[in-house]
C-alpha cells in the first residue's frame, strides 16, 4: 500500500471519531439509554474500522499482492466478528438500549465519514 492509502485510512478513522463525538452530544437531550446506545453504535463502528486498517496496513510488501487479498479477507472477518460480538454482550447485558440510536449511530458513522473524506482535498505535508 501507498502511503497516501496509510493517511485516507487515517482520514477516515478521524473524522469517524470527531462525528462519533458530535453524535454522542447530540444524543444527550434524549437521556442516558440513548446515549449509552449511540457511544455503543459509534464505538463498535470505530473500534472495528481501525482493526480493519491495522490489519491491512501493517507491514505490506507490495511484491505479495496474493496475500494482501488474504488480509482484507481476514481483516474484514475479524471487524466483522468485532461488531456482532460488540452487540451481543450490550443487548445480552443491557436492559435499557435504544435499537433505533445505536444502529442509527453505527451507519451513520460507518457512512458518512468516508464520503466526506472522499470529497475533501488531502492536504500534503512538506
Known sequence: MQHSDVRQAKRVLT????LG???VAFALP???SVVLSVVIGAGACILANALFATLVF???RAQEPGRLVMRIYGAELAKLGLILGAFTIAFMTL???SL???LGAYLAIQVIPPLIAAQLPERTTK
Not at 15 to 18: F, G, K, N
Open 100 to 102: 433505533p440510536a445505536l
Open 21 to 23: 463525538m458530535v453524535a
Open 95 to 97: 436492559d435499557d438500549l
Open 15 to 18: 473524522y469517524q471519531t470527531i
Open 58 to 60: 501493517r507491514g505490506y
Open 30 to 32: 434524549f437521556g442516558a
